[in-house]
């Protein structure tokens, strides 16, 4: 079985669903030839054409507005938005568009088309290319939305967005793109949506995570002593969640920390939170404690990892949520 | 060196039938049919009648906010007219009720639409349109891209998307002329300049000459009509919708109207309209013009004048009584069509219809779910496309 790193996994998955379904239309800026600014789709312009490959005008909303259209019109169009901060341009037509689509018309027009973003910081780039705002499309009706931690996990989930009736934000976490590579099948497969990850299962507390941290919450419990029992969730699907996996591993440890790179406020870690209070609450043993973001915008990079969630951090949140 | 003048472009007018009802007969060569005229002059009389009607059901409390279409049918159908029915595609903004009606749309789902009722959005199977947007602009980018896929997948159809003046303000209007220019898509953009977007007149939508004029930069073939002449919009669409069938790609018609009414039924427009402007607008509006001119022909007379109104009122009332009757929505179709298969947490809340947890069983709730209703279950059966 080859080893893939997060780039491969990906792009293999575009090449055989572009090979499986001619339907399938890969577009947006510098995705063609120069094959994206992370390789994420190089070789597709010369396997697939100009036709199937497609550079765009530099406009996000047009790339999403369009992408609405193809899919209307019985394509399965996979557009990239270059970066998260780019995705603010093309958030009406996602979000007003393309989520509410099936629903206005009572199903009769739909919007299967997947929006693969490169999301989150930590590999030192400008201003607006290192943000998380998978909340604001978690929050979205109409939208799906997953961020994958791992190459494996990428291919198949990117497999089940592409074949996906429905619209479906595929976060990248780009901090992972080269990190490291793991064994990929080379034969297709698809990880179904709604379903978590346990990456490690213990007895004592509960992490709950997805995309880049997952590595940092792993650094994490390195840190604690092995008598510390961690169980450690990776979502890779934010919507649907899966609700199932987070209550029955929180009823068995009765402690949580949920961890994210996004902003505390009104983040993800939130609404886990209250799932948890919700279907725990005679289990817990501890406040379920979230370890995100601070509530500031995200700083240029010389601060960047004193902003994110670092493995001190979320070390330092399980101890006291242990001790409490 | 000398500058040189290295890109040059006049915009066109075209206007075939005046308001008296002259025709222009050389420029009308190879357009309308009297037939054809006599239909479309039918078509817009019944359109209008609705147009009235829907406009008294709100003042009656049987609707709510309405956008009258008032004086602006004759873009609607003569565009419409130069479209392939089951072949081409249209993509309309949401004041284009005359524009769905002539597609086929049952006309009784406009006014469920507007009685706050989805199943009036519902596309009835074998019909090419989407249904009317209302974010300003935003189906301007939706055309292209659905003219986009039948190009990529060779099929000789084409895409009308039509939008207001106000609309051309938009990034959307950008993005999506820029977008078929490029692309090359068989996509005719036609922009109602009916010289308002609700208060704001058309000098405040831009400082240009024309909206047609705006197409040059995008590098798509331009023209602007008088769009209350069904002669100049049929020809130009059929000039426009010729080229984009033959992989000519995009063009552009600004088709110059007036809205004969408030923006919507909760506005009025006497605060901002300038006196005396809507009488001058009546002058030029297109059902009397097109009447003007059947009757010059005797190819029309008060008689059958008489027994339109009365065919109008009674179809009108009809669509009225469909409209009126239809049962309540079920509850449950707040959930059926948000995805195509219900996620667990939907799933929860249609069979609790709660958001809130303590009613539920606090040994199974988060760990189990109940189960997906079957397609019957969700009326999966009457959907027109799954």
């Known amino acids: ?324 | 060196m000398p500058k040189r003048v290295i890109y040059q472009a006049s915009i066109e007018y075209l206007q075939i039938l005046d308001e008296e009802g002259n025709l222009d007969v050389p420029l009308a060569e190879g357009t309308l049919s009297d037939d054809q005229v006599r239909h479309l002059y039918q078509q817009m009389v019944i359109y209008r009648h609705f147009d009235d009607t829907a406009f008294k059901l709100q003042r009656s409390g049987r609707m709510g906010t309405f956008p009258q279409n008032k004086g602006q049918e004759a873009v609607a159908v003569a565009s419409a007219a130069a479209l392939t029915r089951g072949v081409d595609y249209v993509v309309p903004f949401y004041r284009d009720n005359a524009m769905l009606f002539e597609m086929g749309l049952p006309m009784h789902q406009v006014l469920l639409h507007w009685m706050g009722d989805e199943r009036g959005n519902e596309v009835p199977k074998n019909l090419s349109l989407s249904m009317s947007n209302l974010m300003i602009g935003a189906q301007v980018l939706h055309g292209p891209g659905i003219a986009w896929a039948f190009k990529l997948r060779k099929e000789p159809r084409v895409v009308l998307t039509t939008f207001g003046d106000g609309a051309t303000s938009e990034g959307d209007f950008h993005a999506g002329m820029n977008f078929a220019a490029v692309f090359k898509v068989p996509c005719v953009f036609t922009c109602y300049n009916n010289q308002y977007a609700i208060s704001v007149p058309r000098s405040r939508q831009t400082a240009s000459e024309t909206f047609a004029q705006k197409a040059l930069a995008y590098g798509i073939p331009t023209i602007q009509v008088d769009g209350n002449d069904i002669f100049a919009v049929y020809k130009s669409h059929k000039d426009a919708v010729e080229r984009a069938r033959g992989g000519g790609g995009p063009s552009f018609i600004e088709a110059v109207t007036y809205r004969l009414t408030d923006h919507t039924t909760a506005d009025d427009a006497r605060r901002y309209r300038p006196e005396g402007e809507l009488e001058e607008a009546l002058k030029r509006e297109p059902l009397v013009r097109t009447r003007k001119y059947l009757e010059k022909k005797k190819l029309w007379d008060a008689p059958q004048q008489a027994a339109l109104e009365e065919r109008a009122k009674k179809l009108i009332r009809e669509v009225v009584d469909t409209a009126i009757n239809i049962e309540t929505p079920q509850t449950s179709d707040l959930f059926d069509y948000v995805y195509q298969s219900l996620p667990p947490h939907l799933r929860v809340q249609r069979e609790t219809l709660r958001t809130d947890s303590i009613g539920q069983n606090p040994s199974q709730i988060g760990l189990q779910v109940p189960k997906e209703p079957d397609g019957a279950e969700l009326g999966r059966e009457r959907l027109a496309h799954s």
């Open chain 1, 1 to 324: 079985m080859p080893k893939l790193d997060l780039v491969e996994a990906i792009n293999l998955a575009l090449t055989q669903e572009m090979e499986r379904d001619e339907r399938v239309i890969v577009l947006g800026e510098d995705v063609g030839l120069n094959g994206g600014v992370f390789r994420v789709t190089a070789g597709l312009y010369k396997r697939f054409g100009d036709d199937r490959c497609i550079d765009t005008p530099l406009s996000e909303q047009g790339i999403a507005g369009v992408s609405v259209g193809l899919a209307m019109g019985g394509m399965r169009p996979v557009a990239e938005i270059q970066f998260d901060g780019f995705l603010g341009p093309a958030y009406d037509q996602l979000t007003n568009q393309a989520a509410r689509c099936r629903s206005r018309t009572r199903g009769s027009l739909s919007c299967p088309m997947t929006v693969r973003v490169p999301v989150g910081g930590g590999i030192h780039a400008p201003e607006l290319h290192s943000t998380s705002p998978e909340a604001h499309y978690v929050h979205t009706p109409g939208l799906k939305v997953v961020m994958p931690s791992r190459p494996y996990d990428a291919k198949g989930l990117l497999i089940s967005a592409i074949r996906d009736p429905d619209p479906v934000i595929f976060f990248e976490p780009k901090r992972v793109y080269r990190s490291f590579k793991e064994e990929v099948p080379e034969e297709e497969y698809t990880i179904p949506f709604g379903k978590a990850n346990v990456l490690a299962e213990g007895t004592d507390i509960t992490v709950i995570t997805f995309g880049a941290s997952v590595f940092q919450c792993l650094e994490a419990i390195d840190l604690l002593p092995e008598s510390m029992s961690v169980e450690l969730i990776d979502l890779r699907s934010l919507s649907p969640l899966d609700e199932q996996t987070i209550t029955e591993s929180v009823r068995k440890t009765g402690r949580a920390v949920v961890v994210h790179e996004a902003p505390k406020l009104a983040g993800l870690a939130s609404e886990i939170s209250s799932i948890i209070q919700e279907n725990c609450f005679l289990y817990l043993q501890a406040p379920v404690q979230r370890v995100t973001a601070y509530d500031v915008v995200m700083p240029y990079y010389k601060l960047e990892l004193e902003y994110l969630p670092n493995a001190e951090r979320i070390s330092a949140a399980i101890r006291d949520c242990l001790a409490y």
